[in-house]
T-cell receptor
Framework: GEDVEQSLFLSVREGDSSVINCTYTDSSSTYLYWYKQEPGAGLQLLTYIFSNMDMKQDQRLTVLLNKKDKHLSLRIADTQTGDSAIYFC?????????????FGKGTMLLVSP | DVKVTQSSRYLVKRTGEKVFLECVQDMDHENMFWYRQDPGLGLRLIYFSYDVKMKEKGDIPEGYSVSREKKERFSLILESASTNQTSMYLCASNKSNQPQHFGDGTRLSIL
């Protein structure tokens, strides 16, 4: 079935760039998403990319998509302590004719001062 | 702004009780979803609904049912709660081909 893989943990220093990687399996996915979850909260949509795009930039966030390798990455420039959270990658796929999401297990980003 | 509201942030229930988790969205979204989130397992889809009175099973529907009597409200029902249903439950909604928006979650403990 569909599977989304992420590394579990990333630690960076404040001001550095962070890169969170994700691989997915469904080559027919139309959209790929990045969500952020702060402690005790729900998931907040960060950004998403349509599958016919290679890159999307939104302020400090850059998403790169390599469709051939089914690889997605999220780069956070000038990482701040407030960026410490769990980041989830998700791919869309068709379930009984309806679009649903498969999530990775999440990458915990820890930003130290 | 999209608003998805889950009725309780924290809930404690006893084994065998019937438990209702409620979710309301105010953006006229046709699709609504219930997930559970467990450490090391990520988010897993329990049920989803694409229209009023319609429902589809997700990946882990066993032990759960749902109700969608009105477009804005999607209820998750634990018919007879068990300790292995202790988890964080997340509701989401969207219009087709648009991102899902999540509520703040309900942390449910079954004693």
């Amino acid at each position: 079935g569909e599977d989304v893989e992420q590394s579990l943990f990333l630690s960076v220093r404040e001001g550095d760039s962070s890169v969170i990687n994700c691989t997915y399996t469904d080559s027919s996915s139309t959209y790929l998403y990045w969500y952020k979850q702060e402690p005790g909260a729900g998931l907040q949509l960060l950004t998403y990319i349509f599958s016919n795009m290679d890159m999307k930039q939104d302020q400090r966030l850059t998403v790169l998509l390599n469709k051939k390798d089914k690889h997605l990455s999220l780069r956070i420039a000038d990482t701040q302590t407030g960026d410490s959270a769990i980041y989830f990658c998700a791919e869309s796929f068709m379930n009984s004719g309806y679009s649903t999401l498969t999530f990775g297990k999440g990458t915990m980003l820890l930003v130290s001062p | 702004d999209v608003k998805v509201t889950q009725s309780s942030r924290y809930l404690v229930k006893r084994t065998g009780e019937k438990v209702f988790l409620e979710c309301v969205q105010d953006m006229d979204h046709e699709n609504m979803f219930w997930y559970r989130q467990d450490p090391g397992l990520g988010l897993r889809l329990i049920y989803f609904s694409y229209d009023v009175k319609m429902k589809e099973k997700g990946d882990i529907p066993e032990g759960y049912s749902v109700s969608r009597e009105k477009k804005e409200r999607f209820s998750l029902i634990l018919e007879s709660a068990s300790t292995n249903q202790t988890s964080m439950y997340l509701c989401a909604s969207n219009k087709s081909n648009q991102p899902q928006h999540f509520g703040d979650g309900t942390r449910l403990s079954i004693l």
